[in-house]
């Protein structure tokens, strides 16, 4: 006998997906949203499993990815966001706020909750992030998911 691993892969094609997506700075988190929905469809995931929830900007992703929870139809969520610092201590509290409340999500409900909330210095760095020089962080956000979903599968 040998350790037992156990490891999740990306081939969960039966999966229910909620992505939650911030329509403030919509130039990057349409972005984000297209890596994500392309990345799955990739992976053999069909469009007709994917719902997509809008919300006004990153503060309100946490209340929007509960509201897809509470539902019960889905195996995880997606959040894809920007929140660009700025002169004042906003950037502070949102980022804190939307990475705490997903955090709490997790635990809440037990399901996987993918972070792709963009939390950047300039508008540069988050341009960089939805798809040019660093990759694209709603792609990495749905092979995350997708691997979660996978591994509590195993796991039951």
Not at 10 to 23: E, H, L, M, T
Not at 63 to 88: M, P
Not at 91 to 119: E, R, W
């Amino acid at each position: 006998m040998g350790i037992k691993k156990i490891q999740g892969s990306f081939n969960v094609p039966d999966a229910k997906i909620g992505i939650v997506v911030s329509r403030w700075n919509s130039f990057i988190t349409e972005r984000l949203q297209a890596g994500a929905v392309e990345t799955m469809a990739r992976h053999g995931l069909s469009e007709d499993n994917i719902t997509v929830a809008y919300c006004p900007g990153s503060f309100e992703i946490p209340l929007t990815a509960q509201k897809l929870l509470e539902t019960k139809k889905f195996d995880g969520i997606i959040c894809l966001g920007v929140v660009i610092r700025g002169a004042t201590p906003h950037f502070d509290f949102v980022a804190g706020a939307v990475t705490q409340g997903v955090n709490n999500l997790n635990s809440k409900f037990g399901l996987p909750i993918s972070f792709g909330v963009l939390t950047t210095n300039t508008i540069d760095q988050a341009v960089e992030r939805a798809g040019s020089k660093s990759g694209n962080k709603g792609e990495e956000a749905a092979l995350a998911l997708l691997e979660m979903i996978s591994l509590i599968k195993k796991i039951k």
